[in-house]
């Protein structure tokens, strides 16, 4: 995540110090070019500067800074810094409302979403070379009937890839749980369920496949050690090609909303 510090000088961190923590508003918004940006704002005790994050998937704004902070030097902090934090909101993905009309890929192909009230079990048509989404019931549900769908062939893909993973590295997990997670694409736990994001289901195959590889990899070796990515490579080939597509792509599997 795209962050910028700021180093308090020496002669104002006593000053600082010496300050009662104020109770801050929840967010103050900026101007920028006329332009109002909304920024949160948290104290945290152990933060020795100010902070910005801007999150690449959210455009969530989040501003540190130290307990006992001046409130006044950190909005002065950040309004410097506004013409950064406005070109790293320019590179945020725009939503895309999951609504009758919207384009969405699954399994990287192209999908028009399609309302037909009648129609009872959502299905894929194919019309002269177009996918459609077919979603029946009232309009109100259609965002969550996508979803749902959605979140079935995500399960679905995944449970197939780690079934043939785990019979390569003869292990077994636990159990497989579908998470919305913003930072990780995939964990194993100590206990060894494994989770995933339901949104690798936009992704192309090779990418879900991958994910599913390196998780169950981890039932062998609980680490990222030289060992891991052996056996990881031993088994699944797309290792670098998977991460490079998440890097690049990764952040607008989280705009359909
Ligand atoms: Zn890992």
């Given at each position: 995540?795209?962050?910028?510090?700021?180093?308090?000088?020496?002669?104002?961190?006593?000053?600082?110090?010496?300050?009662?923590?104020?109770?801050?508003?929840?967010?103050?918004?900026?101007?920028?070019?006329?332009?109002?940006?909304?920024?949160?704002?948290?104290?945290?005790?152990?933060?020795?500067?100010?902070?910005?994050?801007?999150?690449?998937?959210?455009?969530?704004?989040?501003?540190?800074?130290?307990?006992?902070?001046?409130?006044?030097?950190?909005?002065?902090?950040?309004?410097?810094?506004?013409?950064?934090?406005?070109?790293?909101?320019?590179?945020?993905?725009?939503?895309?409302?999951?609504?009758?009309?919207?384009?969405?890929?699954?399994?990287?192909?192209?999908?028009?979403?399609?309302?037909?009230?009648?129609?009872?079990?959502?299905?894929?048509?194919?019309?002269?070379?177009?996918?459609?989404?077919?979603?029946?019931?009232?309009?109100?549900?259609?965002?969550?009937?996508?979803?749902?769908?959605?979140?079935?062939?995500?399960?679905?893909?995944?449970?197939?890839?780690?079934?043939?993973?785990?019979?390569?590295?003869?292990?077994?997990?636990?159990?497989?749980?579908?998470?919305?997670?913003?930072?990780r694409?995939g964990s194993c736990?100590?206990?060894?369920?494994?989770a995933?994001?339901?949104?690798?289901?936009?992704?192309?195959?090779?990418?879900?496949?991958?994910?599913?590889?390196?998780?169950?990899?981890?039932?062998?070796?609980?680490?990222?050690?030289?060992?891991?990515?052996?056996?990881?490579?031993?088994?699944?080939?797309?290792?670098?090609?998977?991460?490079?597509?998440?890097?690049?792509?990764?952040?607008?599997?989280?705009?359909?909303?």
């Amino acid at each position: 995540m795209p962050h910028f510090v700021g180093m308090i000088p020496g002669f104002l961190r006593k000053a600082l110090r010496e300050r009662p923590a104020t109770e801050d508003p929840p967010h103050v918004d900026l101007d920028h070019a006329g332009r109002p940006i909304r920024v949160a704002l948290r104290r945290v005790t152990q933060a020795r500067r100010f902070t910005l994050r801007v999150s690449a998937t959210t455009g969530e704004v989040v501003l540190t800074l130290p307990r006992r902070a001046s409130l006044t030097e950190a909005l002065r902090f950040a309004d410097r810094q506004s013409g950064w934090i406005a070109a790293r909101l320019e590179a945020v993905p725009q939503t895309i409302a999951l609504e009758p009309g919207a384009i969405v890929p699954v399994r990287d192909v192209p999908h028009r979403i399609v309302h037909r009230p009648a129609v009872r079990i959502t299905t894929i048509e194919n019309h002269d070379g177009e996918y459609q989404l077919v979603i029946g019931g009232a309009a109100s549900h259609v965002g969550r009937r996508v979803t749902d769908f959605l979140k079935r062939e995500a399960r679905r893909d995944i449970e197939a890839a780690v079934t043939k993973y785990a019979a390569s590295l003869s292990v077994r997990p636990a159990g497989i749980t579908l998470k919305d997670t913003k930072s990780r694409w995939g964990s194993c736990a100590a206990s060894r369920r494994l989770a995933f994001s339901w949104r690798l289901v936009f992704a192309p195959s090779f990418v879900l496949d991958y994910l599913a590889a390196h998780e169950v990899t981890h039932l062998r070796e609980m680490n990222h050690s030289a060992r891991f990515w052996r056996l990881l490579n031993g088994v699944c080939a797309d290792t670098d090609r998977a991460e490079h597509w998440l890097k690049m792509n990764g952040a607008k599997l989280h705009r359909y909303r």
